[in-house]
């Protein structure tokens, strides 16, 4: 079955630093998401991307966020400056269309110390 | 904006016997899927059983059934014959189906599910 594919699985980065999260969506799947988990709390809605450029974004998706698909497979989430409180667990996720479910991936756990 | 309420935060049930996990949500819009997804300790996010708002007919997957219920904006998920391998948190979800461009998921707080040997 088609998988979504996320990498690294664990990331440990350094307060301040920038870190690139990286996906592979299911190759017939046009529509794509980014959604942050926080330890403990619902998973929340980060950005939305379709036809190469973002279609929609939360309030959490400030300037330190931003998303690219550079080579029409990958899909990447760049997270500057980070901080202590963007430690989470951040999931991928692909649809072929606006409507239905959507395939997550397995997820990134970012940690900042 | 649409809003997922689950107001169960942990459940249990005993092997082979049955749950329900309520759900219930906001909207104004009368054309949207409701999905559950189960989260195992490995943290995947893992679609478990969806339903579309204009069918009237409950959907069904193996042990895993649903009760929607539109008038009410309530979508409960029943579990027969519990597994060990059911445990871990459920989220329930909605997704508009109107014609807007992405139609981002909504998700609720979650409940955690303990099964009990």
């Known amino acids: 079955e088609p998988e979504v594919t996320q990498t690294p699985s664990h990331q440990v980065t350094q307060m301040g630093q920038e870190v690139i999260l990286r996906c592979v969506p299911i190759?017939?799947?046009?529509?794509f998401y980014w959604y942050r988990q926080i330890l403990g709390q619902k998973v929340e809605f980060l950005v939305s991307?379709?036809?190469?450029?973002?279609?929609?974004k939360s309030e959490i998706f400030d300037d330190q966020f931003s998303v690219e698909r550079p080579d029409g497979s990958n899909f990447t989430l760049k997270i500057r400056s980070t901080k202590l409180e963007d430690s989470a667990m951040y999931f991928c996720?692909?649809?072929?269309?606006?409507?239905?479910?959507?395939?997550f991936g397995s997820g990134t756990r970012l940690t900042v110390v | 904006a649409q809003t997922v309420t689950q107001s169960q935060p942990e459940m249990s049930v005993q092997e082979a016997e049955t749950v329900t996990l309520s759900c219930t949500y906001d909207?104004?819009?009368?054309?949207?899927?409701l999905f559950w997804y189960k989260q195992p300790p490995s943290r995947q996010m893992i679609l478990v059983i969806r339903q579309e708002a204009y069918k009237q007919q409950n959907a069904t997957e193996n042990r895993f059934s649903v009760n929607f219920q539109k008038a009410a904006k309530s979508f409960s998920l029943k579990i027969s014959d519990s597994q060990l391998g059911d445990a871990a948190m459920y989220f329930c979800?909605?997704?508009?189906?109107?014609?807007?461009?992405?139609?981002?998921?909504?998700f609720g707080a979650g409940t955690r599910l303990t099964v009990k040997p």
């Open positions: 996720a692909s649809s072929e269309s606006p409507r239905g479910g959507y395939t």
């Open positions: 991307f379709y036809n190469n450029e973002i279609s929609e």
């Open positions: 190759s017939n799947h046009l529509y």
């Open positions: 979800a909605y997704r508009s189906a109107l014609p807007h461009n992405n139609n981002d998921m909504r």
């Open positions: 909207t104004s819009e009368s054309d949207y899927y």
